[in-house]
């Protein structure tokens, strides 16, 4: 099946600093979502995002879908943005609902 | 308005005992599923309904049953449960996207089962 690497898979910020996440996958998808998961365990859909940019306030997502890899763009960080972020991606056909998780980017925002 | 709604939020059984976790969705979403979290193994899929009448397998559908009762409620069940299965239990729901499949996810609070 296709294989989801986020990286890295810690990463401790200073409330105001910015940082990148990545999501690389082994195949072709066609559905690409990222995540947070609070620290109390709630999942949150940040983005649906297949290919192309978008941006949520804060926070924003590039998809290249031709070199097999997503983008999470955190800027001025907040202690709220603390938690786990998951890329999930989708691939066509008969697993088309079947989105496979990534182990996730664990960040912590200190004060 | 209350999105995904999962009963029980914690539940502690023992080895062989049966239980099904309930699942119930107002966003009028066609698909809904049930995954679980492992420490380490981000979320794995059970099982799908991807419309009202219909269920697949996912990634780790052993030990589980799962039926969609309509097209709010998704119930999985446990029939003869053991320790692999303590896990954190989450449910979903998602619009269709034609050819794409799954559009959207969005999660309920899970619910932690703990076997022992």
């Known amino acids: 099946g296709i294989q989801v690497e986020q990286s890295p898979p810690d990463l401790i910020l200073q409330e105001g600093a910015n940082s990148t996440l990545r999501c690389n996958f082994s195949d072709s998808v066609n559905n690409l979502q990222w995540f947070h998961q609070n620290p109390w365990g709630q999942l949150i859909n940040l983005f649906y995002i297949p290919s192309g940019t978008k941006q949520n306030g804060r926070l924003s997502a590039t998809t290249v879908a031709t070199e097999r890899y997503s983008l999470l763009y955190i800027s001025s960080s907040q202690t709220t943005d603390s938690g786990v972020y998951f890329c999930a991606v989708g691939i066509s056909g008969a697993g088309s609902y079947q989105l496979t998780f990534g182990k996730g980017t664990k960040l912590s925002v200190i004060p | 308005n209350a999105g995904v709604t999962q009963t029980p939020k914690f539940q502690v059984l023992k080895t062989g005992q049966s239980m099904t976790l309930q699942c119930a969705q107002d966003?009028?979403?066609?698909?809904m599923y049930w995954y679980r979290q492992d420490p380490g193994m981000g979320l794995r899929l059970i099982y799908y309904s991807a419309s009202e009448g219909t269920t697949d397998k996912g990634e780790v559908p052993n030990g589980y049953n799962v039926s969609r009762l309509n097209k709010r409620e998704f119930s999985l069940r446990l029939e003869s449960a053991a320790p692999s299965q303590t896990s954190v239990y989450f449910c979903?729901?998602?619009?269709?996207?034609?050819?794409?499949?799954?559009?959207?996810?969005?999660f309920g609070e899970g619910s932690r089962l703990t076997v022992l």
């Open positions: 966003m009028n979403h066609n698909s």
């Open positions: 979903a729901s998602s619009t269709h996207r034609g050819r794409i499949g799954t559009g959207e996810l969005f």
